[in-house]
């Protein structure tokens, strides 16, 4: 039996040892990843955003998944996350204060793999809390909306609405189709009765000729 030289074994232990890396290689590469996030990691924002998402390279599960937004040593996510296509959603709940968030996310692969990850953000003002009234709005303030009068005016008598309805013509259209049809049908019922009354007549006339008494 002829063995095998020293080089030619090392070059197939190196095909096989490229194989087996390959191939273990390839479910990993399967798994879904974060393509971007918003907002994006490292970025400074005006005021606490009312919610934070994860942008995936495929549709994530629902299952299992879950976002964190921390900052000031709470948690102000609200609620659970929300996935449509491949972006992951989760809401922020009002008051949060201005400062640094960490974004702590966790989803699962559309290959059934959890995967997972972080990015942070700054918020220069904090957000709006619950009552709060907006800039340049008065809480006091009412505008008046349609059929409401304003404030110190008195509204006109306004006109009285039409009590009378059009005349349903469709309705009396349809009564006058169906009675001329009842009396076409009685018309034609007493022609065939008539007739018939006429045959029998005939025929009666005929029996007594044949057979006279």
Request: zero cysteines; a negative charge.
């Amino acid at each position: 039996m002829r063995t095998i030289r020293p080089p030619l074994a090392a070059v197939l232990a190196v095909l096989a040892f490229a194989a087996a890396v390959l191939f273990s290689a390839a479910p990993a590469s399967a798994h879904d990843l974060a393509e971007s996030t918003a907002p994006a990691n490292g970025a400074t924002v005006a005021v606490v955003p009312a919610s934070v998402s994860v942008t995936f390279s495929n549709k994530p599960l629902a299952i299992g998944s879950g976002i964190t937004v921390n900052a000031g040593g709470e948690n102000w996510a609200d609620g659970a996350v929300e996935i449509v296509d491949n972006v992951a959603t989760q809401k922020l709940r009002p008051g949060a204060p201005a400062g640094a968030f960490t974004v702590v996310w966790r989803v699962v692969s559309a290959d059934s793999h959890p995967i997972e990850g972080t990015f942070s953000f700054t918020a220069t003002a904090a957000g709006t809390t619950p009552g709060t009234a907006t800039a340049g709005s008065s809480p006091s303030a009412m505008v008046p909306s349609a059929g409401t009068a304003a404030p110190g005016s008195t509204p006109a008598p306004g006109s009285t609405p039409d009590a009378s309805e059009p005349f349903p013509w469709s309705i009396v259209g349809f009564a006058v189709v169906a009675a001329g049809l009842l009396v076409f049908l009685g018309v034609t019922a007493r022609r065939k009765l008539g007739r018939g009354g006429e045959g029998a007549d005939e025929t009666g006339d005929a029996t007594d000729e044949i057979h006279p008494n």
